[in-house]
């Protein structure tokens, strides 16, 4: 089993809007929830609609909006009821002084009132009103009353108000919102994941990117990795339930969502990071890092100048990261990657053994189509003979794709019993 945490399928979200000037935010929460990936209804009361159209929400949502508690048109005139089967979530966004009132009394006098009482999904209010309704003390005994059965209250911000005061009362910005609203999901996906991903409870420490070796204080020795690779493994290991620590190099890209991130800059740092991380705990090392063999023997103190037509450098190996975990005590589960631009197998077969790995991933990086800066990839797989399992080609597809079926490469060697290969 895998998850996604970088989008919410199927998931469904009633937003609620109430009478007040905040329902124009309410269009661009519609748009955020639905750029999230969230299937969006909207119920509006009448006093909504005084200040915005159903049409708006209409176009912004996809699906008809929902205004009559009876509605002929609904499912055997019972709109409410369906509605509140549908939901996965009810955010009522801004949430008037009035509607918290009903919500507190139980009354049920219009759609929005009805379905609250009819949902078992959970409600969310965004209030928004003027600060003086806001500090009364009937509105403070409501939101009382909504929070102990149950009702998260996004609370309001402080600021200037249509009316010309200032205090609390203001909701917050649609993408504080819909960012919240997500979050809520990706955290019951990820408890999911934590108890029945593929790579459930397991440390996985991956390194990425390319090394920077210096030749002076502004010159080095590097390569054409970005690292997408390896954050792409870093977010489907994530989302797989592992806690994931990515030892990046030097690139421009943004740290996957519940990733630790360490930067690192030349081999040396990175050898010591994934020692650290290997004394601390440690159950899979990915090596997808593309490190650079040799470093500068003296690097130079100041910038070298141009003192004629050659320039001699002397160069010392770099330590062989993947190799040297793998010799240790508290190994991990070892995975490296070969990036060769020809015999891609018989290379990659070679370093399987001669670095104890368990598995290894190896492509062609000769092609422009799967290259460093590629967004797709195509990858076989090895594993070591011990495990008996079949190489496996994974076709070209993008590296996301590419993750989690190395992923799911992973979880079946860290699973296989050779016993059961034996009795056939």
């Known amino acids: 089993m895998s998850f996604d945490l970088s989008v919410i399928p199927n998931k469904n979200i009633i937003v609620g809007i109430t009478g007040g000037i905040a329902a124009y935010k309410s269009a661009i929460l519609v748009r955020r929830l639905k750029d999230a990936g969230f299937n969006v209804r909207v119920v509006m009361t009448e006093g909504a609609q005084a200040f915005i159209t159903p049409l708006t929400f209409q176009a912004l949502s996809g699906n008809p909006v929902h205004?009559?508690?009876?509605?002929?048109?609904?499912?055997?005139?019972?709109?409410?009821?369906?509605?509140?089967?549908?939901?996965?979530?009810?955010?009522?966004?801004?949430?008037?002084?009035?509607?918290?009132?009903?919500?507190?009394?139980?009354?049920?006098?219009?759609?929005?009132?009805?379905?609250?009482?009819?949902?078992?999904?959970?409600?969310?209010?965004?209030?928004?009103?003027?600060?003086?309704?806001?500090?009364?003390?009937?509105?403070?005994?409501?939101?009382?009353?909504?929070?102990d059965d149950g009702v998260h209250v996004i609370m309001p911000e402080s600021g200037s108000q249509a009316c010309g005061d200032v205090g609390?009362?203001?909701?917050?910005?649609?993408?504080?919102?819909?960012?919240?609203?997500?979050?809520?999901?990706?955290?019951?996906?990820?408890?999911?994941?934590?108890?029945?991903?593929?790579?459930?409870?397991?440390?996985?420490v991956i390194t990425a990117g390319p090394t920077r070796e210096a030749i002076d204080p502004v010159r080095y020795i590097s390569n054409h990795s970005t690292g997408k690779m390896g954050f792409a493994l870093a977010a489907a290991c994530y989302a797989a339930g592992a806690k994931v620590t990515l030892i990046a190099g030097p690139v421009s890209l943004d740290t996957p969502n519940g990733v630790h991130r360490i930067n690192v800059s030349s081999a040396v740092q990175m050898l010591d990071t994934s020692m650290q991380l290997l004394d601390e705990g440690c159950d899979v090392f990915i090596a997808t890092a593309a490190v650079a063999d040799y470093r500068v023997a003296e690097v130079a103190e100041h910038k070298i100048k141009k003192s004629g037509d050659e320039l001699n450098i002397a160069l010392i190996k770099n330590?062989?990261?993947?190799?040297?975990?793998?010799?240790?005590?508290?190994?991990?589960?070892?995975?490296?990657?070969?990036?060769?631009?020809?015999?891609?197998?018989?290379?990659?077969?070679?370093?399987l053994v001669a670095k104890k790995l368990d598995m290894i991933a190896c492509n062609d990086v000769s092609r422009a189509d799967i290259g460093f800066a590629s967004d797709e990839n195509a990858m076989t797989v090895f594993f070591a003979e011990s495990y008996h399992l079949p190489k496996r080609d994974l076709e070209k597809a993008s590296k996301q794709e590419i993750a989690q079926q190395l992923v799911e490469a992973i979880h079946d060697a860290l699973h296989h019993d050779p016993a059961q290969d034996e009795a056939f």
């Open 67 to 147: 205004t009559q508690l009876l509605d002929p048109e609904a499912e055997a005139g019972m709109g409410h009821i369906e509605l509140a089967r549908w939901a996965d979530l009810v955010l009522i966004a801004p949430a008037s002084c009035d509607t918290l009132a009903k919500f507190a009394a139980g009354l049920a006098d219009d759609l929005l009132s009805t379905l609250y009482l009819a949902t078992s999904a959970p409600v969310w209010v965004a209030p928004a009103m003027n600060q003086q309704m806001w500090a009364a003390k009937a509105t403070q005994r409501n939101l009382a009353t909504l929070v």
């Open 168 to 204: 609390l009362g203001r909701m917050p910005e649609p993408e504080e919102l819909a960012r919240q609203v997500t979050d809520y999901f990706h955290k019951a996906q990820r408890a999911i994941a934590e108890k029945f991903g593929l790579l459930a409870s397991k440390h996985v």
């Open 319 to 351: 330590p062989d990261i993947v190799a040297t975990i793998a010799q240790q005590d508290k190994r991990p589960f070892m995975v490296g990657f070969a990036a060769e631009t020809r015999n891609v197998e018989e290379y990659a077969a070679g370093k």
